[in-house]
Every structure is written in structure tokens, then in C-alpha cells.
């Protein structure tokens, strides 16, 4: 299988649906006939996007799937991704600098490497890096959210290596109704600002979108200031009622300090625990991503999707400063370039009058990844290239029961070099090339599911899919011979049910066993036993009232390593979130939440038998807001009772989160 197989894979579905459809780009309405192929549109429904990359109803999913609303998002109270997303059933988030900069969000007990192992993509465009530093989710203002999904579980079917945990899709703000502005401004402790302004409207059939930010805070720690700024624009133009482009881009960039860990003595410490010994350590990048797309409707013969995406990102930093050589000279740089290609090709088709569906897709990616140690450190090289293709079947056994069946075929291709800066005569340092290694692999995955409506209110699902991961560059650098890419399984059961209209719950049991997990002990291998993850997943919400909505969510986990017994270390056993959100009067709404976490073990403590135990936490949040026309001014606390915790630590050396803070500011939008 070589890079030309997208390609070609594209051609051929390209010319099938026009040979077998010509002229279906004339702007007519289909026939009488042709509707009755296509199903009606879910108007009660939550439909999601990011299970397969074709909408269907969330009920129709054999996973665990939460959607956040905007409208959610704002009475959440949070001023970042993370602070959302560590509400959410099965969610734990890490942080080692306080704020969203470099977080880790992981799914279902991934632990240290789960910035690895689950899928975090914005408007369909993965922010995964190539290395283990993570995606770039402070690239992402909340403010620009319009919502996000998250489907746990394995998803190497649609989405290939990497989906081990789960998928998150953060969705922007893009389409318009009509022509609007907003402008936003908000202040709070340690002397955070964040100031946005965002337009959108049409010209001629086109819509248009932009949106630019600025965010400047001192950090609650020495040293742990971050500044961003960032622009973006998108623009969707419909040729017709079957034929529109879509184009988007966005320029991002910051800078950052980096305060590093503290003592376990100065933990607990409010003194000692916002001090540093690394007050000259500091970061800074640079990101820049596209995304341009088709989007085909070629009535029966189905639906086209064509999407390209860029993602050019730049990193530099400097840890460990000494004043006695030129900064310039101890920043190590990282470049990490990212084109991808993908398509979708979706038929909705009647059968025994039951409405079913077939999915082709097909993807390409490729990174060039250059780390240039300073000042005499290594270069390391990596070219890589994955290609797949999948196929998903939904078919309706009846009107109840629904069926879901898919399977993937992956190939990737990396070369890796490490150079080394030599000396030669008259003291210059000159970079020499070092042997190229060359890594090939092909792996095959599937997925089967099932949902069972057993009532109008009530429904069941199950699920069983594999997934797989292919070492990342910096495994790949410092490895083991013979490391190699992991495989899993995962089982999941689950169900939902509505009590009328003022009450939504759900359960999720889940297992999840790894062979040949990779992970870092002094170098990165492969476990030689499973690795094991077993949890369950609840949630719940409700609305006694038209003013008062409740809810909450609660999730076990277990995970272990099979040889051992052992837990996975920063995998809190406990997780649970509850909140309230009342509207006591017309333009009054008041929002309180709070989040516990359990214990976890230290990032270093594999046999759970060498350091303490970062300790449980529990923090309340608290958000009122005030609306009148086109006004909205808000109020906040977070961390309401100011607890003392971390999310991360190694070897004792913890990163403390922020102590009590407060922010208030005001939105105002024109329509």
C-alpha cells in the first residue's frame, strides 16, 4: 500500500457517484422518489457528528456520548477547556502549569500517555502533536466554542491511531443567521485579561466569520505567566442546494513561562507553593492551521465529503537557564508541519422500508518533525506518513433495534535520524547527518455495536471494538529495540433513559485491555503483560422547573496492570461532578458546581510502593450572570474554598493548580 492509494481510492468514488449521477448538481429539488430514500431529519434528537463523520442521532450511538452546548458552556463558569472538561463522566485533566497550556485531558484511565491516546480535534482537524507534548487546546478560546462532543471508547475505525480512550471534537462558532458582532472583555486574580471581538455576516451567499483574541495573565505561581493572542476567519459558500465549499484558518501564538514542580514539603504550603526555582525558564510558540473542504449532495447516490487540513506548529524553550551562555544559544526548537486528506463518502438507503447507511472513507497523513537541541544536544529527524480506509455499516433490523458494524486498514511509514553537532577545525560546530531508520507497519481494526430503543424513552447499546497506536516520535527516539505499535480491545455496555421532559440519565460499564501498551521507564517499551481498565460511567440531569436545572455525573475506574495488580499511576479511582444552575429571576442566573477527584498515584510510582499518593481534592466553582438585550455581565469564583491540590506529579514533585480566583467581565453583541 503506497501514498497514492487515497488518491486513487478518491477517483474511483469520485467517478462511480457522477457516472451513475449525472447532472445531479442542477440546483432542482429531488424527486418524490428520491426523498423516500433519504431519512427525516431528527428535530428532538441530539445529533452527533463526530461517532462515524456523518451526522446520526445520539441514541443511535453503541457508545458513551456527552454533547456540551454553548449554552452550557456559558453558565459553566469556566475560563478554559479544561475547566469544562473536568466536569465531564469518565474525564480527568492534568496540568502542570495551572492553566490550559500543555494540559492533558484524559479518557477512561489512559494515564501518563494519554496525550497519546485520545483524540482531541477542533472543527474535525486533529490538534494531536507528533510528539508526547500533547494537543494544543490553549489554542482554542472557549469563547469561540459552539460546542463539544466527546464519544468515549476506541474510535480507530474512523479515526486510526491514537483513539485508544475516546475522541473530543471541539466545534467553533462559524455559521450566521444574520449579520452580528460581539465584543468581550474580563478581568480577574493574578491579573488576567482577556479581551475578544468577533463579527460574522454574509457577503452575497457567502457566510463569514471572524474572530480575534488577546489573553495576558501574571499566572498564580512565580514565573507561570502566559500571554496569547490569536486570529481566525472561515467562510462557507454554497455553490447551490447540493454543492458548497468551506475554507477556515486560524494564526495563534503565546508565550509562556515555566515555573516547574515544587517539594512535597512546600505542596501544601500557600507561601512556598506559588514560589520557583526556575524563574528564567519560559516558552513560546506558534501555530497555524487550515482547512479547506468540499461538500457534495448527489441525492440518491448519496453524500461526498472532501476535506484538507495544514497544521504548521513552532515551539521553543529554554529549561534549565544558566546566565552564563546567551539564551539564544539554550532554546531548544521544535518544528512539527501536518498535512492531512480526507474523505467521506455517505449512502442513506431504504431496505424493507427501514433506513439504513454506508460509509467509505479514506485518509492521508504527513508530518516532517525537526527537535534541535541546544547547545550541543541532538537533532532529531522524522518524516511520517499513515494512510487507512474504513468502512461503516448502520443497518435497521427494525424499527427498534439498530446494528453498527466497521473495519479499518492502516499503513504508516516513518524515517528517523539523529544528528549530531560536531567539532571541527577552528571550533565550529557543524551538523552531521546520522543513519536514517525506517518503521513500517500495517494494522487492521474493527468495530461492531448495537442499540435497542425498548421503548420510546428507554434504549440499551453495546459495543466491541479494537484500536491501536503507533509510537510517537520521542518513543521512537529513545526506545528499546523492538518497540512496536500497541493494540486493544474494548467492551462497553450501557444505556439511556428519558423520564418525560425533565429528566435525562445514562450508565456506561466499560473494559478496555491493552497488549503491548507503550510506556517510559528510563526508555520506552512495551509492556510484556495487559494493561486493564474497567470502570463505570453515570450521569444525570434535570429540570424540577422551568428555573431550575440539576445535574451529575459519577465514574468508578479501575485500572491496573495485569502482572502486577498494581494501579496505573494518575488514574483517580473516584470522579465525580454535580452542579445547579437556577434562574431566580428574569435576567438573574446563578451556577454552582463542584468537581471531586480521588487519590491517585505519583507519575513514577509503577509497583505503587515508592512515593505518596497525590492526594483527593474536591473544588466548587460559582458563576452569576446578569442579561438584559444585548448585555451580558457576569461574576465568578473558582476553587470557592480555596483547596490546596495538584493533578500531576513525578518522583514527589508536584505541580500545584491554582488557589482561589476571581474574574468577572461583560459580553455585548449586535444584531
Known amino acids: 500500500m503506497n501514498r497514492q492509494l487515497i488518491y486513487k481510492t478518491a477517483i474511483l468514488i469520485t467517478c462511480w457517484v457522477f457516472l451513475n449521477g449525472a ?38 450511538i453503541p457508545k458513551n456520548v456527552s454533547v456540551i452546548t454553548r449554552d452550557e458552556i456559558e453558565k459553566s463558569g469556566g475560563k478554559s477547556i479544561i475547566d469544562i472538561l473536568e466536569k465531564q463522566a469518565g474525564i480527568a485533566v492534568r496540568s502542570a502549569s495551572g492553566n490550559d497550556k500543555q494540559a492533558v485531558i484524559d479518557i477512561r484511565g489512559m494515564g501518563d500517555t494519554a496525550a497519546s ?67 468581550f472583555s474580563a478581568y480577574g486574580s493574578d491579573n488576567t485579561l482577556t479581551t475578544r471581538a468577533a463579527f460574522g455576516g454574509k457577503v452575497k451567499d457567502a457566510n463569514l466569520s471572524l474572530n480575534a483574541g488577546y489573553f495576558d495573565s501574571d499566572g498564580y505561581r512565580d514565573n507561570g505567566f502566559l500571554k496569547k493572542k490569536d486570529l481566525s476567519a472561515a467562510t462557507h459558500y454554497p455553490v447551490n442546494e447540493r454543492l458548497s465549499f468551506r475554507l477556515s484558518g486560524t494564526y495563534y501564538e503565546d508565550e509562556n513561562g515555566l515555573p516547574g514542580p515544587v517539594s512535597f514539603e512546600d505542596m501544601d504550603s500557600r507561601t512556598r507553593r506559588v514560589l520557583t526555582v ?69 449512502k442513506y438507503y431504504s431496505l424493507f422500508d427501514l433506513s439504513h447507511m454506508f460509509q467509505l472513507g479514506a485518509d492521508q497523513s504527513e508530518t516532517e518533525y525537526v527537535r534541535e537541541e541546544n547547545p550541543s544536544g541532538p537533532r532529531k529527524n522524522s518524516s511520517t506518513e499513515s494512510i487507512g480506509i474504513f468502512v461503516n455499516n448502520r443497518w435497521a433490523v427494525t424499527d427498534s433495534l439498530m446494528l453498527n458494524a466497521g473495519s479499518r486498514y492502516n499503513t504508516y511509514d516513518g524515517k528517523f535520524r539523529t544528528d549530531l553537532k560536531k567539532l571541527f577545525d577552528d571550533d565550529v560546530r557543524i551538523w552531521v547527518n546520522g543513519d536514517t531508520k525506517k518503521k513500517t507497519w500495517d494494522n487492521s481494526v474493527y468495530s461492531v455495536g448495537a ?121 483517580p479511582s473516584h470522579m465525580a461532578s454535580a452542579g445547579v444552575n437556577w434562574q431566580f429571576t428574569k435576567k438573574f442566573q446563578l451556577a454552582v458546581s463542584g468537581t471531586y477527584s480521588g487519590t491517585r498515584y505519583d507519575g513514577n510510582d509503577t509497583y505503587n510502593n515508592r512515593y505518596q499518593k497525590l492526594d483527593a481534592y474536591t473544588v466548587f466553582d460559582a458563576k452569576l450572570t446578569w442579561q438584559h438585550e444585548n448585555w451580558t455581565v457576569f461574576a465568578g469564583i473558582n476553587n470557592l474554598f480555596n483547596e490546596l491540590y495538584s493533578t500531576s506529579a513525578y518522583s514527589e514533585q508536584y505541580y500545584p493548580m491554582p488557589e482561589r480566583n476571581l474574574f468577572g467581565g461583560v459580553r455585548w453583541t449586535w444584531l
Open 23 to 60: 447532472g445531479l448538481f442542477a440546483a432542482d429539488a429531488p424527486s418524490a422518489e428520491e426523498s423516500e430514500t433519504v431519512p427525516e431529519e431528527f428535530v428532538l434528537d441530539t445529533i452527533v457528528v463526530t461517532a462515524s463523520k456523518t451526522q446520526e442521532p445520539i441514541d443511535e
Open 117 to 183: 491516546n485520545v483524540i482531541v480535534m477542533v472543527d474535525d482537524l486533529p490538534l494531536n502533536s507528533a510528539d508526547m507534548s500533547g494537543p494544543s487546546i490553549s489554542s482554542v478560546p472557549v469563547e469561540q466554542i459552539e460546542r463539544i462532543e466527546i464519544v468515549r471508547g476506541a474510535g480507530s475505525v474512523v479515526y486510526g491511531s491514537g483513539a485508544v480512550g475516546g475522541v473530543i471534537n471541539i466545534i467553533t462558532r462559524k455559521e450566521v443567521e444574520k449579520t452580528s458582532a460581539t465584543l
Open 278 to 346: 526556575h524563574p528564567d525558564d519560559s516558552g513560546e510558540s506558534t501555530e497555524k492551521r487550515g482547512r479547506a473542504g468540499v461538500d457534495m449532495d448527489l441525492g440518491k447516490w448519496g453524500e461526498l465529503t472532501l476535506n484538507r487540513g495544514y497544521l504548521f506548529r513552532d515551539n521553543s524553550y529554554v529549561i534549565g537557564y544558566s546566565p552564563q551562555i546567551p539564551r539564544n544559544d539554550q532554546k531548544d526548537t521544535i518544528d512539527d508541519d501536518t498535512r492531512q486528506l480526507d474523505l467521506n463518502y455517505v
Open 451 to 571: 442499540t435497542y430503543a425498548i421503548t420510546e424513552d428507554t434504549s440499551v447499546f453495546a459495543s466491541y471494538a479494537t484500536s491501536f497506536r503507533i509510537p510517537n516520535v520521542d518513543e521512537f527516539a529513545e526506545s528499546e529495540q523492538g518497540l512496536k505499535p500497541q493494540e486493544g480491545v474494548n467492551l462497553e455496555l450501557g444505556g439511556r433513559q428519558n423520564f418525560g421532559t425533565w429528566m435525562v440519565a445514562s450508565l456506561s460499564l466499560f473494559d478496555i485491555r491493552i497488549d503491548d501498551e507503550i510506556y517510559y521507564s528510563d526508555i520506552n517499551r512495551n509492556y510484556k503483560n495487559q494493561t486493564i481498565r474497567q470502570g463505570v460511567e453515570t450521569s444525570v440531569s434535570l429540570n424540577p422547573t422551568d428555573t431550575i436545572g440539576l445535574w451529575g455525573n459519577y465514574t468508578f475506574m479501575n485500572a491496573e496492570f495485569e502482572d502486577t495488580n498494581s494501579d496505573i499511576p494518575l488514574v
